[in-house]
């Protein structure tokens, strides 16, 4: 056990019966108090952060499979917020699923709410973050999943070490400015790169060693590392110097073991990698790089990291003299280097622990992600008038040409579960494919002003599409160049999802279906589509509900890139949602006194 303890400086009680006695189910309970602290980085001891229980990263919950898990959030801070469990799948209990307002309406200041949730048939590293406005940024920790049967049933050996990597970013704004801020093209960049919480010595105040994280290791012992993109902005490189990772799973789900030097984890995305520390004793950086789109897409400026990776060892006077206090550092791809990642994922497949591919697909979706304009005021621009000859317009972010908006006095699980989803506002349909078809990947359209006119069609509503329990779905996502050139990093609530390829350029069904991996594709909760490419993933409406599904880059799913997916119940008990908890929060407009049937 003392083995399996993670580094992470968790206060927060947890239990860890389950495995202690032998199997059987424990419920683990945390409080979780979110405030503001002001915290001490880049030069400056007085940045206020919102945070749980004081720390960045906040706690990390550890729990067996099988385990039930309780939380309760005291809400200190002057936000509303809500907790998402990214990539648990809440199977029958979508009310704990934490989306402002789509699965609750926000915990209000001062306010408690109690989320009460399990975790079967899930194993690995997946994490939980706030789930209102850009908090996720501060507000989030890890979320470690072991087997039932103990650690020696990994599917590797065991590791003589668990260690939690959290990429993040160092903000100096007030998130909640920087979320309503980004549809107006307001340019705000975080301060650097943190891991665990630590700019480290990139970014060095003191230029100390000290103001990195890390990891101490024994020669010949292995490291599960369990790392999380939790960054608002950016696809990370992950390298160390001297090393190779060998992946083992992703987003909670394990792949065949896949061997490489370098690790492309996207927002949203988790990936476990074993370490083996087979290198001569000495110092070694692990460094985490941003990648962007050269230009014509706007530059932001570079984003890294680093992590110490020291051997324990005492060094003879010879070894001293030469090692000094040298440190070797990896070399990184170049930060517009984006095929790596492409590579990095394509090579990916899963165990075949999973259940087989469904062969027959019910519902097709093909679903253009792009960014869009919207005239101020409502005005309806047509090629003849503009938005640039009315008001202006506000950027949006699309999934095929429309852009999501929250509804605003009733959260839509409440609206589906009383049957009442025409109350919770504009709701629009997704529709099965863009509205127009164009060269979605034709770099022309990234510099402003070549489309314009055909871009300010895009509309603003409250996205839904409906399924009946139990369908299969196929999506294609095909990432668009319409004013910049991103990656989509596309994450669905309440349900994993086969990944069965991706490919560069626009998607070609004939040529396209081919090449589909129906034997062994990687389970993900998060899809990397690809930058001026696509991916097809494939999935079965089981879980009732309404889960959202969205771009986890803060910037693209703050000005819409997202819609929600409502999946009715099926025919049994057993298919159908729970109902709500008694202590759900309610809207502050709402109407309180509608009682649920
Ligand atoms: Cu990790 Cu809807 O998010």
Redesign the pocket.
């Known amino acids: 056990m003392a083995a399996m303890a993670l580094s992470a400086t968790s206060v927060a009680v947890f239990f860890f019966l389950a495995v202690l006695s032998g199997g059987d189910a424990a419920v683990v309970e945390h409080t979780f108090v979110v405030s503001q602290v002001k915290m001490n980085r880049a030069c400056r001891g007085d940045t206020l952060v919102t945070v749980v229980n004081g720390q960045l990263p906040g706690p990390a919950i550890e729990v067996t499979e099988g385990d039930s898990v309780v939380v309760h959030l005291v809400n200190k801070s002057p936000y509303g917020l809500t907790i ?1 469990w ?1 990539g648990v799948k809440q199977r029958l209990n979508c009310w704990a699923d934490g ?1 402002d307002m789509v699965t609750q309406c926000p915990i209000q200041p001062g306010r408690n709410f109690t989320y009460r949730f399990n975790v079967a048939g899930q194993e690995g590293t997946l994490w939980w ?1 706030a ?1 209102v406005a850009s908090f ?1 940024a501060t507000v989030h920790g890890a979320l470690i999943i072991r087997p039932r049967s103990g650690v020696t049933s990994y599917p590797f050996p065991e590791p003589h070490k668990e260690i939690p990597i959290f990429i993040g970013e160092w903000w100096e704004v007030d998130l909640v400015k920087l979320d309503t801020t980004l549809g107006d093209g307001v340019d705000y960049n975080p301060v650097n790169t943190t891991i665990n919480g630590k700019l480290g010595d990139l970014y060095n105040c003191s230029g100390a060693l000290e103001d990195n994280f890390i990891i101490e290791v024994e020669q010949g012992k292995t490291y599960l590392l369990r790392i999380v993109n939790a960054a608002l902005f950016s696809e990370y490189y992950l390298k160390i110097a001297g090393h190779r990772f060998t992946v083992v799973a992703a987003d909670a789900n394990y792949v065949k073991p896949y061997t490489t030097d370098i690790i492309a984890i996207a927002p ?1 995305e988790s990936v476990d990698a074993i370490v083996l520390a087979d290198a001569p004793p000495g110092k070694y950086y692990m460094v985490a790089l941003g990648n962007q789109q050269p230009p014509p897409d706007i530059q932001i400026p570079p984003l890294s990291s680093r992590v110490l990776v020291k051997y324990n060892y005492n060094p003879s006077k010879e070894q001293a003299l030469t090692l000094g206090a040298s440190v070797m550092a990896p070399e990184m791809p170049d930060q517009h280097n984006t095929i790596a990642s492409f590579y990095f994922h394509g090579n990916m497949t899963g165990s075949f622990a999973h259940l087989p591919v469904p062969v027959h697909v019910d519902e097709h979706l093909f679903i253009s992600l792009a960014l869009g304009v919207i005239c101020r005021g409502g005005h309806v621009p047509s090629p003849s008038l503009p938005c640039s000859k009315l008001n202006g317009s506000i950027l949006a972010a699309t999934m095929n040409n429309i852009s999501f908006e929250f509804p605003s006095n009733v959260s839509l699980l409440e609206a589906h579960y009383r049957g009442n989803m025409s109350n919770a506002g504009m709701l629009h349909k997704l529709p099965d494919k863009p509205p127009i078809v164009y060269n979605f990947t034709d770099r022309a359209m990234i510099s402003e002003g070549s489309e314009e006119a055909a871009l300010e069609s895009t509309l603003i509503a409250t996205t839904v599409r409906r399924f009946r329990f139990n369908t299969t779905v196929e999506i294609v996502f095909q990432s668009t160049t319409v004013l910049q050139s991103d990656s989509n990093p596309m ?1 669905l ?1 309440g349900h994993d999802f086969f990944v069965l390829a991706q490919g560069l350029g626009n998607y070609n069904a004939e040529r396209d279906v081919g090449r589909y991996n129906l034997v062994d594709p990687p389970v993900r909760n998060t899809v990397l589509v690809p930058s001026s490419g696509w991916a097809a993933i494939r999935f079965v409406t089981d879980n009732p509900g309404v889960w ?1 599904l ?1 771009c ?1 880059y803060g910037f693209h799913m703050s000005i819409g890139m997202a819609v929600v997916f409502e999946v009715d119940n099926g025919q049994t008990l057993n298919t159908t949602l729970a109902p709500p908890p008694a202590d759900l929060p309610i809207c502050e407009q709402h109407d309180s006194s509608v009682a649920y049937e």
């Open positions: 998402h990214h989306v973050h789930h996720r949203g994450h609530h959202f969205h986890h």
